[in-house]
């Protein structure tokens, strides 16, 4: 139960408050409203973040011989500039959701997905 917990905070509050304080900074940066002055390889930092995303989904990828071509390659090197920002939206949604669940005590169903055999 305590490794649940702590999964949870990291995968959801942790991150999302990480993802959500870099769009912040991010945009107003943009915008010209405040400039970080912060000393620190972040360049680096994102790169690296940027090169270990793009060699996960990769080696994924290779393990299933018939994955990993041209045209993969190419949404992996997209899909990490797409990806935290849907993951936002998910999770925001998801948690507006669980709030209305809360406050209007209805019980949350699970929708699955239906299983067909081949």
């Known amino acids: 139960m305590l490794f649940d917990l702590v999964y949870f905070f990291f995968t959801y509050f ?13 945009i107003t ?11 620190g390889p972040f360049m680096l930092v994102w790169f690296l973040a940027y090169v270990l995303f793009v060699v996960e989904i990769m080696i994924t990828l290779g393990i299933e011989r018939t994955e990993l071509h041209l045209k993969n390659v190419a949404v992996i090197l ?6 935290s920002q849907l993951w936002l939206v998910l999770v925001v949604r998801a948690f507006g959701l669980h709030i209305k669940s809360v406050v209007s005590r209805q019980e ?9 055999q081949v």
């Open 14 to 26: 942790l991150f999302l408050g990480g993802v959500a304080v870099s769009h912040f900074l991010f």
């Open 78 to 83: 997209l899909m990490y500039l797409s990806y």
């Open 108 to 116: 949350v169903k699970w929708d699955k997905t239906q299983r067909f």
């Open 29 to 39: 940066g943009l915008l010209g409203w405040i400039k970080v002055t912060v000393p």
